[in-house]
């Protein structure tokens, strides 16, 4: 895994991954999504969705073995492929360092980034601005791993980490550039509305 930004100067094509699952769900189901976008315009140019049984039942920490497999459809269903992923989850922000944004991250080899709605592990740095684009360091045990970012004002803050060839600083920049007036970035807001999509059939 890397931190270090790798991707290319100018970008053409960016993406969102999410999943949609239920762990009580008796079949293991697992519904997953990836959006491409082109980039600047975060017009969507591709997509692909898939129903995948889970190789291994919901264990708190382990979410990306559960999850990587349906992604990994996608990823190979898509006609084109981008050279960087939002992920809805953690990157290093995991209690192992290493969430579902940096196990895809690495299994495609792919730059990726961690877009989290709650909290898993990581302290502020200190309070954060009630304004948009306003954002503080978040640490464990001394280390930066990522960020708090508040997206929209009176919404709550998302957790931003690097997945995996994106550093800290990088991924916090192209959260803030994918904003478009709602909570989450584009590439996961759109990700996310395609799993749900995927679910309904």
């Known amino acids: 895994m890397s931190l270090a930004d790798e991707l290319p100067a100018a ?3 960016i993406a969102g991954a999410d999943v949609s699952a239920t762990r009580f769900d008796p079949d293991g189901r697992v519904y997953a ?3 491409v976008l082109e980039w600047p315009s975060l017009r969507e140019v591709a997509r692909a969705g898939t129903v995948e049984r889970a190789p291994l039942p919901y264990i708190p920490g382990l ?3 559960r999850e990587i ?3 990994r459809a996608c990823w190979d269903a898509l006609p ?3 050279e960087l992923i939002f992920v809805d989850g953690m990157g290093i922000l995991h209690p192992r360092r290493c969430g579902i944004a940096s196990h895809l991250g690495v299994v495609l080899d792919v730059p990726t ?6 909290r898993l592990v990581g302290d502020p740095a200190g309070p954060l601005p009630d304004t948009a684009g306003a954002s503080v360091e978040l640490r464990v045990g001394g280390e930066v791993r990522g960020a708090l970012l508040r997206s929209k004002p009176r919404a709550n803050p998302l957790w931003i980490s690097p997945g995996h060839r994106v550093s800290v600083a990088g991924a916090l920049g192209w959260v803030r550039a994918t904003l478009r007036g709602y909570r989450l970035p584009e590439p996961t ?3 996310h509305l395609a799993a749900g999509a995927v679910r309904r059939g």
């Open 113 to 118: 980034i961690g877009v989290g709605k709650s």
């Open 63 to 65: 979410l990306g073995f």
């Open 80 to 82: 084109a492929k981008p």
């Open 33 to 35: 999504a990836m959006v």
């Open 69 to 71: 497999p349906a992604l």
């Open 189 to 191: 807001r759109l990700a």
């Open 11 to 13: 970008p053409r094509l």
